[in-house]
Structures are given as structure tokens and as C-alpha cells.
């Protein structure tokens, strides 16, 4: 894990440079985007959008660039997408400038291996904490989740798990954690490096409910 926090390190670094670089773009491109022009991109982009949902929902040129972020089409190392925009539609010669100069530093960073940049800040927000983390246990789990919900009696159903077997109590912990989730499934998504297009596609799906999302991932 010290080699990925040192990735970890240096993609902190190259984010930080594309968020300024991102910035300004969105400064410089917005009095040049009509909504015509909106339009004319979202159209581009539409087979990597792959939503009509999050087309629909796109009403500027900062959603858009959101989007194509989900996407993993637009990052600190591969800004296409802008270059387009910024030659091809906006045509304004600041932004080309920048454009350019970030496309030159690109080609001098240091290419970074895939890896879980959740875990990474989950790690670092660990080593900040003075008081070691208890190891969970399921019993200790689902100790915790009856405490915490009301509709299940704590005695009773410790009582009736401890003869149960590992999988009804896999289950069981699943099931609640699911509920408690809530809308914070996407983080748990991300953590166990489920991709955005499929996190998407879970989101998508009108039948179910947050809980459902939670099991689904």
C-alpha cells in the first residue's frame, strides 16, 4: 500500500493542476457556449454519455465536462474533449495557450499505474487517527446494525444467528448495511473499484430502491 499512497501522492499533484486547468477553461468556454452549442456537443458525445438520463441533465458546459469525467474519456492525463472545444468551438486564443501549455507538462509527467484513489484516501484518513480501528467480526457487526435498528431485537437476534450458518449471517449483515447505506452506495461502489459507466447503470434503474443499489454492488 506505500507504493500506491506514493501514486497516490503524485496524482494528487496532477489533479490539483488539471482542476486549475479546468477552471479556467470553464471561465474562458462558458461565453462562448450557446445552448445550440450545448446541444451540438452532447450530440457528439453521445455514444459515451450512453445515458439520455444524464444527457437530459446536462444544462451547461461544466456538466457536460462531469459527465465525460464519469466516463473516464476526460482526466488530468487525457483531455481531448477540451482541445476540441477550446480549437474547435471557443477558438480563443488565451485558452488555446493554456491548452497548449498543459498538453506539453502532460508529456512530462510520470505515468501512474491504475489504483483505487478511494482506498487511498481511506488509508490516508486512517493514518490521521490516533486510536487504532477494532477489527470488525460478523457478530460484532451485526451486534452493531440490530443496535441500530430499532425493528430488530438485539438479544433475539444475536441468539438466533449464533446458530446460523456463515452464509444466512453474511446475509444478514448485507442486508442491513444495504439500509444504512442509503444514498452513500456510490462511495462503497467506487471503494471496491466498480466503474462509473456501471455505477451508472445501477443508478439508472428506476425499480430499485437505494437499499437494492447497495446490494446490487
Known sequence: MSINMDFFDLWIKYQSGYDQLKQRFIEISTPHISSSCLITLIERYGSTINSKRDADNIKDISGLLRILENRIVLCYNKI??????AFEIVNDLILKQIIHEYDVNIECQQTLPLFNVYKCRYMLAVSTISKPIPIPTIKNDIKDICYRDR??????????????????????????LSVNLDRYWRDLARFLDVTEFEIDEIDCNTNLQLNDKALKV
Open 80 to 85: 481531448e474533449p477540451l482541445k476540441f472545444i
Open 151 to 176: 425493528n430488530v431485537q438485539t438479544a433475539s437476534s444475536l441468539d438466533e444467528l449464533s446458530t446460523s450458518s456463515n452464509s444466512d449471517k453474511q446475509k444478514m449483515v448485507f442486508k442491513r
